[in-house]
Nanobody
């Protein structure tokens, strides 16, 4: 199983990015999925998750700014990030929820400049 996050980049504060998570050997609709991030010098944290039924849940720090969604036909999970802040700078990963240590990919770097 490989979960691949993509779509990161450099954006100014207040800007937007959409991250995508694709998978081989893993069906997103069969499991809850989470987006996680790790900023330099910090631990990995869960920022958003979507249940099997499609119900989203967000960390307080991103509530109202980030939206997680899932396209079953494309077997892809998205993270729409709006009103980005410098403190959102991190490497973003996708994984199941709860996370499976075998499924961590390389992540995608999001850098928000002030």
């Amino acid at each position: 199983v490989q979960l691949q996050a993509s779509g990161g980049g450099l954006v100014q504060a207040g800007g937007s990015l959409t991250l995508s998570c694709t998978a081989s050997g893993y069906i997103f609709s069969f499991d809850a999925v989470g987006w996680y991030r790790q900023a330099p010098g910090t631990g990995r944290e869960l920022v958003a998750r979507i249940s099997i039924r499609g119900s989203p849940n967000y960390a307080d720090s991103v509530q109202g700014r980030f939206t997680i969604s899932r396209d079953t036909a494309k077997n892809t999970v998205y993270l729409q990030m709006n009103s980005l802040k410098p403190e959102d700078t991190a490497v973003y990963y996708c994984n199941g929820f709860p996370s499976n240590p075998r499924y961590w990919g390389q992540g995608t770097l999001v850098t928000v400049s002030s």
